[in-house]
């Protein structure tokens, strides 16, 4: 027990009787509030710089800013190259430390469309309130010295997943200035691909599994469960893609000349596509399912997950959901298969009275640890085979035409597999004692998200758990126009992680 003088920017405050290794729940409020006052003008500087991963040259001014951010805080920097854009290793080691944590950050960012953005530039962020009639009202920047919690700030990246990072730097800070030292040390990978899918990462972690390698990973990214509780993410599921295209006339015919006699491939597909699944969305493609069973001890996990399922189907807008799980959670511990996009000829004011050409479905198949991707894959390759179809993996020759009545082609890409870290594990234990102490009660705990982020790489090819610590307000708008960040997520982000920077791990 000890007392301790912190320093920030001009405020002195004593805090008290620290316990342990110098955090009590008062200490990391008042330490988080203080310190994100005093980093507003580095989250500002970070949002205003432009992050979509398509524009390499916006791209290295993210990874020289954090360079540079990381390089004040005491970390060395490599530069781990791929043949695009690079991701950056950040290193710093503490006295005595055994083990080491690896920290996932992604930098870059989703495309803007600046003219459906309520602002002047998605990446000059502004700051807004919210008035009684759910609209927001912009108010002077400098007015966030005095901010409220339900205050939010508007710009690209806010909350996916650059207002993480800056979290994580002001908890840093905070950290360094109040003698908190991890007993651990630090690696953060910086990933400026992200929203591509991440392409490199895959051989990048293989090909410095050394400089990477630590006993558990840590990402710190994605929104909190919707009850805006303080939240760990045990695992996600594993994304694949499929592209299928059915096939008519080799050109589009005049409906009135042809309707009646060339065959239309936009309902053979939309045949092809309902065969796959019946009335209550469940995938009836035997054998897809396979491998994954809830049995009561998984189940209760699930059941502890606070979900509010009228308001989840109120918010959707949906009167019945689908029935491959009885409830939410469990639904998003099966794959998925789904179908994300369709087109054959023209719709709305380009719409023509023609017989199509060809019709073509994007489908998703979200992945779970059970299920291996090339099985499930075939498994839908297979079925499309099975209901007559030639299969190809590229466009019909005219003599295939002439033979085939059927013709699909078929093309797949398995971007990354699922992962799942045990709530016993070690990193698990650790960060729901971090994440208690911090905020009074357990976190939620979340066995596995039904989105995907690109983790496998490290928990397969580096051999170590993961677990998510989502920070973010659910209603963030990521991938939208208008994302924003809530200041009050902001300020119990900063806890969040001084909190874990401040517990002991065994
Ligand atoms: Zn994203």
């Known amino acids: 027990m000890k007392n301790y003088i912190i320093k920030c920017t001009g405020i002195f405050l004593l805090l008290g009787h620290l316990m342990g290794h110098g955090q009590t729940r008062e200490s990391l409020d008042e330490l988080s509030s203080a310190y994100a006052k005093t980093s507003f003008p580095m989250l500002r ?56 944590v690896l920290v996932y950050l992604q930098v870059d960012g989703q495309p803007v469309d600046s003219t459906r ?59 360094a200035n109040s003698d908190i030292v991890p007993n651990y040390n630090l690696k953060v990978i910086m990933d400026f691909e992200e929203e591509l899918g991440s392409p490199q990462l895959p051989r990048a972690v293989k090909e410095h599994s050394d400089l990477l390698k630590a006993d558990m990973l840590i ?14 993410t045990f695992g ?43 009335d209550v969305g469940r995938v009836i493609i035997p054998g897809f399912y396979d491998g994954v069973s809830i049995d009561p001890a998984t189940a209760s996990i699930l059941k ?16 019945t959901a689908d029935s491959v799980g009885r409830y939410y959670q469990e639904a998003i511990q099966y794959p998925s298969l789904n179908i994300r996009g369709m087109q054959s000829g023209w719709i709305d004011e380009k719409v023509r ?15 779970v640890l059970e299920t291996d991707p090339n099985r499930l894959i075939n498994l ?30 078929f093309t797949h890409e398995i971007s990354y597999q699922s992962f799942r870290t045990s709530f016993d594990s070690p990193v698990g234990i650790w960060l729901r004692s971090a994440l208690t102490k911090a905020f009074g009660e357990s976190p939620i705990m979340i066995r596995m998200s039904g989105g995907s982020i690109p983790i496998s790489p490290f928990v397969t090819t580096l051999d170590i758990p993961a677990v998510t610590v989502p920070t973010v307000n659910r209603d963030n708008n990521q991938h939208s126009p208008n994302e924003n960040l809530r200041l009050g997520n902001y300020r119990e982000g900063i806890k969040t992680m001084l909190a874990i920077l401040g517990e002991e791990l065994n």
């Not at 005095?146 to 997943?161: G, H, L, M």
Request: proline share 8%; glycine share 4%.
């Open 45 to 100: 500087e970070l949002l205003n710089i432009p992050n979509d991963a398509f524009y390499p040259t916006a791209i290295e001014d993210n990874v020289q800013w954090c360079e540079k951010a990381f390089q004040k805080r005491g970390f060395s920097n490599t530069r781990i190259s791929t043949s695009t854009a690079p991701l950056l290793l950040a290193e710093r080691k503490h006295p005595g430390a055994q083990q080491t």
């Open 117 to 175: 953005w309520f602002q002047e530039s998605p990446y000059i962020p502004v700051l807004k309130k919210p008035l009684p009639d759910g609209s927001w009202e912009a108010l002077p920047w400098d007015d966030i010295a005095n901010y409220e919690d339900n205050w939010r700030v508007f710009a690209r990246s806010a909350s996916d997943a650059k207002g993480p990072i800056a979290m994580f730097l002001t908890a840093l800070d905070a950290a």
């Open 219 to 232: 990402i710190f990214d994605g929104p909190r469960h919707i009850t805006n509780k303080p939240t760990l």
């Open 236 to 278: 996600a599921r594993g994304i694949s893609t499929i592209t299928l295209t059915t096939y008519g006339p080799v050109v589009p015919q005049h409906s009135g000349h042809f309707g009646n006699y060339a065959p239309n491939p936009a309902l053979r597909l939309s045949k092809l596509l309902a065969s796959m699944k019946d």
């Open 304 to 319: 502890a997950v606070p979900d509010d399922e009228a308001q989840i189907k109120d918010r959707l807008q949906i009167k």
């Open 353 to 367: 009275t023609i017989i199509p050409g060809w019709a073509r479905a994007e489908l998703d198949v979200r992945l």
């Open 380 to 409: 839908v390759k297979e079925h499309v085979a099975s209901e007559g179809y030639l299969v190809l993996d590229r466009e019909p020759t005219k003599e295939e035409r002439l033979a085939h009545d059927k013709i699909a082609t």
